[in-house]
């Protein structure tokens, strides 16, 4: 008699969080954003030092391209210089053949390094708090080059982490096993008792996934269509502190009251 396939668990975000250690999180999309946004500071730069007008769905839209390749090449490999290489070549794309690229380049890439630049979403001191408070390890895990440090110094609620591991430094980008693997390194935690938070469904979740953590999407502008049954749905980052078994009832109403 053939064997049915059996249907996934889905996971439930109390049980995930009561057998963890430490909590990880993505950085851009998941705690932080820039501000003006990465399409409207590229579109005033070009324009700046290149003398080109280009629309911000097209800076937008080739920008997403670029980290979607990324993702996907086999040789997830990286380093400061190759970093620096990457995200050259995207405003090469840009602004083809000008004269300015190189200042407009240097521009753009000393603006995201400061963390007047960025900004935490609302909830992610409370987050943060409450969880280093009920005795989760709190970390940031991203692709990113040594910019990040600079960045989170600067944002009190992300300076507070526990722990940053950035791919620049690794060695390794998301979903590079070898990525969670230093996380893991890092924190001194068993990946099975690690939860990764993050937005990119490949860079975050599968590939916590795969490499044996535990993980959770945060989808901010509504959920998907067709959400994987493996995984965990957060439209919020405060669903971690609400739905924490390590909550206590007073905490919870609290919360509740705060939303």
């Known amino acids: 008699m053939a064997e049915t396939a059996k249907t996934p668990v889905k996971p439930s975000l109390p049980d995930v969080l009561s057998t963890v250690e430490a909590v990880v999180f993505d950085a851009v999309g998941t705690v ?13 730069a070009i324009q700046r030092h290149c003398g080109v007008q280009i629309a911000p769905d097209v800076v937008s839209d080739v920008v997403r391209k670029a980290l979607r390749q990324r993702s996907q090449t086999p040789d997830l490999s990286t380093s400061e210089s190759a970093e620096y290489k990457f995200w050259a070549n995207l405003i090469r794309q840009l602004c083809p053949g000008s004269p300015g690229f190189q200042a407009c380049f240097e521009d753009l890439f000393q603006h995201f390094s400061s963390s007047e630049n960025w900004r935490c979403f609302p909830e992610v001191a409370e987050v943060f708090q409450t969880l280093s408070g009920r005795g989760y390890r709190v970390a940031i895990a991203s692709n990113f080059d040594r910019r990040l440090n600079s960045v989170c ?107």
């Open 32 to 44: 932080m954003f820039p501000e003006p946004s990465v399409a409207e500071t590229y579109r005033q």
């Open 153 to 259: 110094d600067g944002l009190p609620p992300l300076a507070a982490a526990d722990h940053r591991v950035i791919s620049s430094a690794v060695g390794w980008r998301k979903p590079d096993p070898r990525f969670f693997q230093a996380v893991a390194a890092e924190l001194n935690v068993a990946a099975d008792r690690i939860l990764l938070v993050g937005d990119d469904r490949v860079n975050d979740v599968k590939g916590a996934l795969a490499a044996g953590m535990k993980a959770a999407w945060i989808c901010r502008h509504g959920i998907p269509d067709a959400l994987p049954a493996d995984v965990i749905l957060l439209t919020t980052l405060r669903d971690l502190i609400e739905n924490d078994p390590a909550a206590t009832d007073r905490e919870r109403e609290r919360s509740s009251q705060t939303t």
